[in-house]
Structures are given as C-alpha cells and as structure tokens.
C-alpha cells in the first residue's frame, strides 16, 4: 500500500519534518519514502492522507487496564484520605472483584481507547487476584485481536497469602516465555511494590526468571513505601531492591515520587527506567516526582498513564505543566525533554521489549505503526518547534486514523478491528455485577 499526501513527523534526528511526502509499506513495515511513490509502485493501492500530519502511534510506558471499570464508581463510606487508602478502598478490592470476563472486558475498553487515542504499544501491569492462571493470555488476545501491541505482566505481591504470589509468579514466568515467540507481545515480570512483598517473596521472583527478564514495579510512589521498607530492614526501597537484584537495564520501576537523591544515582548506576504518571500522581495528591533531576542524572524517564485513559499527549501535558508550577518557574520541564521521555525514551523501552519490530520512527524498516492526525498549523511547524506545537496544537480527538504492522485499526475514524458500541454495551452490562462484588470486598484490606 501507499499512503500519499502525508506530512511525515519522522521523530528521527532534529525531529525531521518531511512534507507532502508518500510512503511504501509491505509486509507490516515501512519500505520506501519518498514523493510520489505512486509513480516508481504503479501496481500499489493508495490510500490519500490529504495532507493530514502522519507519525508513530504513541506508546505508553505504564499503565493497568484492571482499572477500566473504576470509571464512575463510587467509594462507600469516607473519601480516602491519602493513597494508602485509595490502594485499600479502591484498588485492591476492584482487583479481587474482576473475574475473567471482568479482566476481558477491562482489556477490551481500553483497546478501543487506545486505538482512537492513537496509542498502539501499551505496557500493561495486571491484577486480578481472584482470576490469575491465564489472565494475561486474555489480556494478550485483546489486544492480538485488536491488533495493538503489548508488553504484559502480573503484579505478584503478598497482599493475598503465599498461594496468591506463587500463582502471579507462575503467571509471569508462563507468560515471559510464551511472549518470547510473539512479535507484537513482550512481558516483563510484574511486581506490586516494595510494601507489599518480603524478602522471601523478592527472592523467589528472583531465582524465578533468567538474566535476560526485565521487572516492572511500582517504587516510591507515597512515602508510605519508602518507610514500609525502612521498617522491613533499615533500607530505602531502592537499595532494598538492588540488593535482590531487581533492578537493571530492562527493568521498569514506576513513578520515584518519594526516592531521594541516592535512590537515583542508584536506578541511573544501573540503567534502571523509570515512568512518570503526572496525572496519577496529580490525583493520588502524591507529590511530584524530581524528573528533571532524574533525566539529568541519565535516568531513562518514561512517561505512562497509569490506567488514565490512553491519550498521551494529554499525559505529556500534564508533565510540561505540572512541574512549572511545581516549582513557580515557566522555564522548568521544557518541551524537549517532554519529546525524550515520552518519544524517544518511550520508544526505547518499547524496542527493548519487542526486538523483532523497529518502533517509534519512521525510517525504512521501521514498524508500519502510523497515526494520522487532521492538524492544520496557522504558524509554521518546523523541527525546531514540533515539541510546542505538540503542547499547544495536538489534541488526540484529531486522530483520524490508527495502523499497527501496515493494517488499519481505525480508518477515518471507523474503528475496524473491534465494535464499540456492542463492547462496551457488553460492559455497560457487566459493571453491576463487579462493582457489587468490589463493594463487598471493601473493608477487607484496611
Ligand atoms: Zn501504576
């Protein structure tokens, strides 16, 4: 196929611009790029992107589809008060309330979000406690199906007895090996937090995957982590996680709001990423996370939505405003480092976990992973000035069309692989049930 009329936000050196250009693709990937295409492949079809601004889809380094049916639910009794509530009150009973259609249908409703959103790599961090075997295949096959990508994991922690952690090692174990074989899913293996699991546990997952693996957890994201850890033998989270070896260069820890300063010299020693979650973050009332320091100490900072839905240059935003005023400082968080953590870092990771497709760029070779978006700049868009017009100009409701691997997800804004309206009257059926059983379960932690 060829896609003419495009103007191509390549995202490669000095975020290169190529306008009114055209593009091969074959096999899933990008073959050729030029002008007028259409003239050296006369036997292609053509597909016109009336100039619309075409670039990667977006990739999210962290979130956690088992949150999709948290959307309007309410809270019984007192409002949490602080985030270790919101784990108690919200999360952990909403887990233990989803069953395998509760985990399907959690997957199902964020793949349509994503596909419109124009995000088409998700990095997943599961739970489901009261469906483990065989949940991340469910989530896999979503995802298959809608033609997204994926990285998965299941959260193991102790927070529901030694059977719970044994079944969610098991379950990352199967499923790492299984990704193994996959072009468009990856695994990581999943880790709640530092406060939910003892040492026992930490060595188990351990021994439990090869050198090669990579962990995806959550680290400092409330100070209660840090001083659970202290606690637990007189160590701040990160060192206690070095010490059984879970950190290093393919392993994700989540947030960092409350390390210190060794903390990160440690994730940077060890080439550890780290996702920013500004929105999360922002709504747990958290605290703010020292980004700017983290990149400047060679963190690999990536950016993740944390079960918010899939718009990531909402996400970016939130980052570029968050910490100007954080800080009572405009010059802070410039847009640059907006476009390294949530572009070219992201894509890094992506390409870490899912070696068998170039993502993240438009180059020759590179995955046919494509949004088109319908932006009409009124002052110049230049290389130059990409990152801010990304801040001020792009809104993912432009998004039009979605392709992973060369096929359409969403063509003109019809969603092709999956149907909403029967999807999400299917969940619109199902909520009542699973936020019946989470109100029963309410309680049961705190
Ligand atoms: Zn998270």
Known sequence: MIINNGNLITWREENQILENSSLLIKEGLIKDIGKDLEKKYPDQEVFDAHGQYLMPGNICAHTHFYGAFARGMGIPGDAPKDFPQILEKLWWPLDLALDEQGVRYSALVFAIDAIKNGTTTLFDHHASPSFIPGSLDVIGDVLLDAGLRGVLCYEVTDRNGPEGAKAGIAENVRMIKKASRSERLGAAFGLHASLTLDDHTLEVCRDAIGEEAGFHIHVGEHQADEYDSLKKGGLRVVDRLKNFGILGPKTIVAHGVHIDQAEAVLLAETGTWL???????????????????????GIKVGIGTDGFYHAMWEEWKTAYFLHKVHHLDPRRMSALDIIQMGVKNNAALANLYLPGSRLGVIEKGAAADLIFVDYHPYTPLTGGNLPWQMIFGFQEGMVTSTMVGGEFLMKDRELLTLDEEKITTEAKALAPEIWKRYESYVGRYS
């Open 275 to 297: 996702t920013h979650q500004p929105r999360s973050n922002m709504n747990n009332a958290v605290g703010v996370a020292a980004i700017e320091d983290f990149l400047r100490l």
